[in-house]
């Protein structure tokens, strides 16, 4: 969860115990692993998103022993938690918002954002530079929550469109030239209308469709990082 600010440090050391974890994130960060593995069964780099404490890279540890992956999240103290929680897993935590991700472009075949993007502070900028990170061929994976009734929930009301994707996403990622491609429903009592959807980026990117170049240089793809917890991986695999 990808929110930063002195109330998500606050919660980093108590938030693996949270009563959310088995009653909703775990549940979400499941379907959004599902979908992935339908999507890009064997993917070279993974990227999370809001990764908070690295549950979810550490349910995929177990499923790609091979597979570099990595979290950003906002948070110092959800990305040092996150390294303390599986030091010898080869998982890298680094601090850094969706809006300005610290990467050379086509870096990851799967990038994962789970119960996150609703904290972003930019929307566009996010999936600029998700899609710029991401490779030929890449997907996103997106679950979070989309109220299309405000009486249902304090939180933004999302528009739908006829295929029931929120209608401003739908139009950011078509915009930055990810297409989407699958999504999912789960239930959940307590908030509406929870949300797994995927989009793809095509192996050519279409004329006007790209994304300008990201805050470094590709040659030092780390070099803008506030905070690398863990070893770095080669500058060459990234």
Not at 27 to 55: I, N, Y
Not at 150 to 159: A, D, K
Not at 194 to 199: E, L, N, S, T, V
Request: proline share 9%; aromatic share 6%; charged share 20%.
């Amino acid at each position: 969860m990808d929110g930063g600010g002195p109330g998500f440090d606050a919660w980093a050391p108590t938030y693996e115990h949270s009563i959310l974890q088995p009653t909703l994130y775990e549940r979400a960060q499941h379907a959004v692993l599902e979908l992935a593995r339908q999507l890009a069964p064997q993917p070279r780099r993974v990227l999370d998103v809001g990764c908070g404490t690295g549950r979810l890279l550490r349910h995929v540890r177990r499923h790609h022993p091979s597979t570099m992956l990595v979290g950003v999240d906002s948070s110092t103290t959800m990305v040092a938690v996150a390294a303390s929680a599986a030091p010898r897993v080869g998982i890298h935590y680094l601090r850094a918002a969706a809006e300005r991700l610290p990467f050379a472009n086509m870096r990851f075949d799967v990038v994962l954002v789970t119960m996150s993007l609703r904290h972003w502070s930019d929307l566009e900028a996010g999936i600029e530079q998700v899609q710029r990170v991401l490779t030929g061929g890449g997907v996103l994976v997106i679950a979070d929550v989309f109220p299309a009734d405000p009486r249902r929930s304090r939180l933004r009301r999302w528009t739908r469109d006829r295929l029931g994707l929120p209608v401003e996403l739908a139009a950011v990622l078509g915009a930055h030239g990810l297409t989407p491609v699958a999504q999912n429903h789960m239930p959940w009592p307590l908030l509406p209308d929870i949300q797994i959807i995927a989009a793809r980026k095509p192996i050519q990117q279409p004329h006007g469709t790209g994304s300008r170049p990201g805050p470094v240089a590709a040659t030092r793809p780390w070099a803008a990082c506030h905070a690398c917890v863990g070893a770095q991986p080669d500058a060459k695999m990234l």
